[in-house]
């Protein structure tokens, strides 16, 4: 299993995802060999896996729990990122995904649309094996309602300069954020935690999020010279604003708007100069420091957590965070 | 409620799929306005409502039964069968449907995709409620990849002419009769029925789902003179060739080849011609006899079941398949 080398120095995890991405390779019975070597390669393409992670860190915190439900549970979160990445890509017309091309253009939208739909199945055909109440399945369906709900409107929002911070937040808060909540929630749930700290895991969870997508955003600003403005030239393209350029918007909305306004016919020498704006006006910093206060905010809670392995390594791992560059 | 005038003479039946309209109405809790129109403009276009009635029927052939869970259960096979509609509507890039635009005409093929993984997740939340047993929503998912298996493989065998009647039945078998066979196995599993019950509403739903598909492919070749042509146009240009002209083609593949190698190209005057084959070769009467053996075996099958007045609205029911005009 080919596993994000940030997880070497945590063995016991790294053979924890491992075991996920078993279980998720023995759960693709897809017998269409075309859409079964779609899933096998963006499931081996080595991504970092954190959404379930965070769900087995938190649900290893309670006094007892059984290993073969929670990589059951952990493979099934994965595999619903996986669908609503399928599914994004399309929307996005993207072409790569972790470096290798996407469903969409290797095979056209169509196929990603019913690979994705197979993938939503298999989330729940995991889940309803090894949830312990149906509960658990049923606080899954409405986090993918959100993290829908996040994505339609980031669609109507496409093109609007007039986009606030509050509303970019409340975007992630439902495209990304969720998903993350969810995983700690369920964690938690599994655990056996209380009401109480179920809550608290969902808060860590969320703002785990939030820094996450925050700093994915900060990435398409700050990425080494032979990709940059790569990115951002693709997002101006769809008409698809984030904070760092909502923040430098916000100093001189008329700097920006003449090269906004050419929408999809955006060149590649615009594009520089939108990067251009955004380092001029602090646009990157802004945005680092909201990113700081939700990373700040989710170790603090993580703190007052009792001590255990499982807490050391959250805590690592959210400081570890801020200091992502790829 | 809307309820399709087909129900009207039998007034249990159509109290209990208003109620699964409602149930369905009060589920789509989606905030964004027009997703939420676009569900439910489809929910009330006055669709037959046969998965959940078949659902209904089987469930009801038991000595006790809890409707309300009857009733949610329906609810979630028809909201399944929309998600489907909704995205099929995408993949054959279609214009109207039950009469009204389609979502992805109207609001563009990626409202369209949300739009139905939204669903697929409504589905879920329903049914993870109201399942006795997870083993209900197991087998609901292992339906759903059946029925997309089917439509990858449709849309792998596109434009081929070299289609038999075998491969035309395995994909309507799980395109269209795995979620038959799913509505009435649930149904039977619900009203306590043991295992070779279970098989045995399976089957019916899958002849019944077998027969439904074709005499709705018949359609395409027989309905009246104003629409005449269109259908079968678009499936040409489609490159989707269903079991009349299948049939003709095995009398004269030579006569067809010319027109359907153009492929989208394809023109009005072109699918007369095409229509007129299948008319000489008899296309549409050996898929009819087709579909009346499959109505045969569901009748002869429902025949055996203890009487009930479900089991005798099934018969009146499947014998009605037969004489469908719309």
């Known amino acids: 299993m080919n596993i994000h080398p940030m997880w070497d120095q945590y063995p016991d995890m790294k053979k924890d995802l491992a075991d996920v991405l078993t279980v998720i390779d023995e759960s693709v019975t897809i017998r269409d060999a075309q859409a079964r070597k779609i899933v096998l390669d963006l499931l081996h393409a080595g991504g970092k896996l954190l959404r379930p992670a965070f769900f087995l860190l938190t649900a290893k915190m309670g006094e007892t729990y059984d290993r073969d439900q929670l990589i059951h549970v ?9 669908a609503t990445l399928i599914h994004d890509d399309i929307i996005d017309e993207a072409e790569t995904r972790r470096g290798l ?3 969409q253009s290797q ?10 739909d197979y993938l939503f199945c298999v989330c729940f055909k995991i889940l309803s094996k090894y949830a312990t109440a149906l509960s658990t399945v049923e606080f899954n369906t409405e986090t993918v309602e959100r993290v ?21 937040l409340r975007q992630i808060s439902r495209k990304t954020a969720a998903l993350f909540a969810m995983s700690c929630h369920m964690g938690a749930e599994l655990s056996g935690a209380g009401k109480q700290a179920k809550i608290n895991a969902r808060k860590i969870g969320h703002e785990v999020g939030m820094a996450f997508q925050i700093l994915d955003d900060i990435l398409d600003f700050t990425q080494e010279a032979n990709t940059l403005g790569k990115p951002v030239l693709e997002d101006m393209k769809q008409g698809v604003y984030s904070l760092p350029l909502i923040y430098a ?7 920006f708007l003449p090269l906004l306004e050419k929408k ?12 251009a704006l955004v380092k001029k006006y602090n646009g990157v910093e802004k945005a680092k420091e909201v990113a700081t206060k939700y990373t700040n905010k989710a170790v603090a809670r993580i703190n007052k957590l009792p001590e255990s392995e499982s807490k050391k390594m959250m805590l690592a791992l959210t400081e570890q965070l801020l200091q992502r560059q790829s």
């Open 74 to 82: 952990a493979a099934s979160i994965e595999v619903l990122h996986m």
């Open 101 to 103: 091309p996407t469903v």
């Open 107 to 116: 095979f056209g939208a169509k196929y990603a649309l019913y690979t994705g």
């Open 148 to 168: 829908l709900i996040g994505e339609l409107e980031q669609m109507n929002s496409r093109y609007n300069t007039d986009m606030t911070v509050k509303q970019y």
């Open 249 to 255: 918007m916000e100093r001189n909305r008329a700097a």
């Open 264 to 275: 999809g016919d955006i060149q590649y020498e615009d594009a520089d100069e939108v990067l």
